[in-house]
């Protein structure tokens, strides 16, 4: 499609675009007066409407009942987490007995990491792209510790070539080849958090189980981005947080996959609590452990409720919504967002450098950009301008246009505004 960068061409966008409406089921923060541009979804998704209520209803249960709440809440909260199930493996592709919503995504990674990376003679070695988010690589650090093992040893953070940015496909499955049997996993972000390159999941996992690796994926920057087919494509675990494009707000619940040859194998090694327990006899209190035969049995606690509230609301949005409707637009929006920012680097001279690719098949809805010359003032001064953006050092800004709430309009106005910084 061709693009023009004017208002009346992205109000034309809009008025074509399906999902339009679901803007209003949006809370958007404000800056004198006025709403603000929210670019930011990527790090923590807006509130949905109807969020309030619902915390006021678990409130009111709790004063109603207490401990019958258990039981007697309209939700009832010893099954609140099983109310997830159906739109979870919607979201991500699996089948209902290969997801669980529960704690949070680095705890998840460390539980599932304890179940998934099993070092073993020669084979010990833990691939992983390119500046992955710290967490992530903390979390491989200390396993490879847990195992006795030295993280510089085992730890393989995979670079793109000399003069790159984002990897190649290539390089990706031939690093994993020449590991071969030294490989004991590979665990990339579905999305890269700093680059927003997409990775192609089911060759990854392909390739990873062909030289005899596990393959899994933190999916913090991907769930709620881009459809995914985790059962499909094979992948052994994966784990997401439902904060960014989940929309449920800070530090909500996490959500966990395990694909069903393993979710209902007794002897992979799982660390236990009464949660994951049968539930036909957890409150026998027996002694001994007796894992669901599904993704449940990573769970050990019973449902933080509280957390899990708002992802209700959002995760019955996403439902509603579709992931491939969403992608639809997410794809128009993001290239429309690349058009834009080409146009605004045409008219100030201000050099832009995309980090993400420009193929759509490698990039979700982000798109990351280097600003020459400018340091982190920019983000406050975009900011006074009511523009909401995230910053990396050293001069890297992230931008997200999100298909649920961003407009094309909001796309144009963000472009006006960095013309009109970029030329004073
Ligand atoms: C890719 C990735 N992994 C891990 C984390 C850490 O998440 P949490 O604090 O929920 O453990 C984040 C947070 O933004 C992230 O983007």
Redesign the pocket.
């Known amino acids: 499609m061709d693009f023009q960068f004017n208002q009346g061409f992205a109000r034309t966008l809009d008025a074509s675009d399906k999902l339009a409406s679901y803007r209003e089921r949006f809370l958007f923060p404000q800056h004198n007066g006025k709403k603000v541009l929210y670019f930011t979804g990527n790090?923590l998704g807006l509130q949905p409407k109807g969020v309030k209520e619902a915390f006021a209803a678990e409130c009111d249960d709790w004063a109603t009942f207490g401990v019958e709440g258990h039981f007697l809440a309209r939700k009832p909260w010893y099954s609140y987490h099983e109310r997830f199930t159906a739109g979870a493996a919607q979201l991500v592709g699996a089948q209902e007995n290969e997801v669980v919503m529960m704690n949070?995504?680095?705890?998840n990674?460390n539980l599932l990491l304890v179940s998934f990376y099993r070092p073993a003679g020669k084979r010990r070695k833990i691939l992983f792209e390119a500046k992955?988010?710290p967490?992530?690589q903390y979390a491989f650090a200390s396993q490879a510790q847990l195992h006795g093992l030295n993280p510089d040893d085992v730890l393989v953070e995979l670079l793109p070539r000399e003069g790159e940015l984002t990897l190649r496909a290539e390089d990706i499955v031939n690093t994993i080849r020449e590991l071969g049997d030294e490989l004991a996993l590979v665990c990339f972000?579905g999305v890269n958090?700093f680059t927003g390159q997409l990775f192609d999941m089911k060759a990854i996992t392909s390739v990873a189980h062909e030289v005899g690796a596990m393959c899994g994926f933190?999916l913090?920057?991907t769930a709620g981005n881009v459809p995914l087919s985790l059962h499909d494509w094979n992948v052994d675990f994966a784990c997401w947080?439902t904060?960014?494009y989940l929309n449920s707000g800070p530090?909500s619940v996490?959500g966990v996959f395990v694909h069903e040859r393993h979710a209902n194998n007794r002897d992979l090694f799982r660390l236990a609590g009464w949660w994951g327990h049968n539930k036909e006899t957890r409150f026998k209190m027996g002694p001994e452990f007796d894992p669901i035969p599904t993704a449940e049995s990573w769970s050990m606690s019973n449902a933080p409720v509280f957390n899990m509230v708002a992802h209700e609301i959002s995760l019955g949005i996403f439902s509603e919504v579709g992931m491939q409707a969403l992608r639809e637009k997410s794809l128009r929006l993001t290239a429309y967002l690349d058009f834009v920012l080409k146009e605004v680097m045409r008219s100030t001279g201000q050099k832009l450098t995309r980090i993400t690719p420009e193929d759509p098949n490698q990039r979700g809805c982000q798109l990351s950009v280097i600003v020459e010359g400018h340091d982190r003032k920019l983000v406050h001064t975009l900011y006074e301008q009511g523009v909401v953006v995230d910053w990396r050092e050293p001069n890297v800004i992230r931008l997200a246009p999100v298909p649920l709430y961003n407009s094309f309009e909001d796309v144009y106005q963000l472009g006006k505004v960095l013309e009109q910084i970029f030329t004073h």
Do not use: R
């Open positions: 790090s949070q995504l680095t705890v990674l992955p988010f967490s992530d972000g958090y933190d913090a920057h947080c904060y960014k530090g996490g």
